[in-house]
């Protein structure tokens, strides 16, 4: 797998120091609390790290972690697939938007745009679950795979030219967009200017990088914008209970038919009220169905 991390203003093939840490296994024999071993995680260093701390994770003798009320990400990590040793992102804690390229003769690409998780979180889940978590049960169904930061999003025509630049470099054919939280408008407004394939956004919010006022621009009504050809294959996931959606879902409904929204907003408060759609679905293993339904329909 090539890894590539964007830096002044291109896409840099990025070497890597990685390697085994044979000292990593012993570390978390002396993780007493989920907690401690939960903090372990950016010290990961390889594939066998990876596998060793969902192991370890799952271990219901640790403090905080009963079968009773197990800690919240233990769902997830029971989701999890382990991680082969050719695939892992070594630049996965670096704030650089980060490309992998496989070498699976694949032409589609899963473009991913990440949110801004609360800063109490212990785990990195601005891609809505862990990257190496993500990276372990998806990278391998597509031929390339991109995690773009927040701090990228800036000025939408110098966003465009960075993704432009990811699809010269891998001569990727289908373009899947992904998007979570302050990241999920931009598979919205970006399907039809890349041709994405079909794009699905998990708990879209304004904010102050995107605000209000720049959705206005699109035009999104049933007449235009949802109703274009392109746009049928769009999926957007919510929590109804969710408050900090609440803005944008409502402003989206006053702007399309009931129709176009019930065709392409689908509300998840039947299955839990969190924010974190993402997690909801990879835990309950539709996640797994909805991006098996990219590669084959």
């Known amino acids: 797998m090539d890894s ?33 071993v939960l903090q372990m995680y950016w010290t990961i260093n390889c594939s066998r790290d990876f596998n060793d701390f969902i192991h370890r994770a799952l271990d219901s003798s640790l403090k905080g972690n009963s079968r ?10 029971q989701a999890s697939t382990k991680l082969e040793e050719n695939i892992f992102p070594f630049n996965y804690n670096s704030n650089e938007s980060q490309l992998y390229c496989n070498h699976n003769n694949k032409s589609s690409i899963l473009i991913c745009f990440s949110g801004k998780p609360p800063s109490h979180q212990i785990l990195d ?14 990278s391998q169904l597509f031929g390339s795979i991109a995690y773009i930061q927040e701090k990228d999003y800036g000025d939408q025509s110098a966003l465009i030219e960075k993704l432009k ?8 054919s289908r373009i899947v967009l992904f998007g979570f939280c302050f990241g999920a408008h931009l598979p919205i407004i970006l399907q039809n200017k890349l041709n994405a394939f079909e794009s699905i956004s998990f708990s879209p919010t304004f904010s102050t990088v995107f605000k209000k006022d720049d959705f206005e621009k699109l035009n999104l009504s049933s007449q235009h914008y949802l109703n274009s050809p392109s746009t049928k294959r769009m999926k957007i996931y919510y929590s109804g209970e969710d408050k900090l959606v ?6 989206c409904k006053s702007k399309t038919s009931k129709r176009a929204f019930k065709s392409f907003f689908h509300n998840l408060s ?18 797994d169905q909805i991006i098996q339904n990219f590669l084959f329909n």
């Open 4 to 36: 590539f991390l964007f830096r002044e203003n291109s896409w840099t093939h990025a070497k890597h120091n990685g390697g085994k840490d044979d000292c990593f296994g012993e570390k978390l024999k002396e993780c007493n609390s989920i907690i401690d």
């Open 68 to 77: 009773k009320r197990p800690f919240r990400s233990i769902r997830t990590f």
């Open 125 to 138: 889940i601005r891609f809505g679950l862990p990257l190496l978590v993500f990276h372990a049960k998806y």
């Open 165 to 172: 630049k990811i699809l010269e470099l891998t001569k990727a």
């Open 246 to 251: 609440h803005e944008f879902i409502e402003y």
């Open 270 to 287: 039947g299955i839990s009220p969190s924010h974190n759609t993402i997690e909801t679905l990879f835990d309950e293993k539709i996640l």
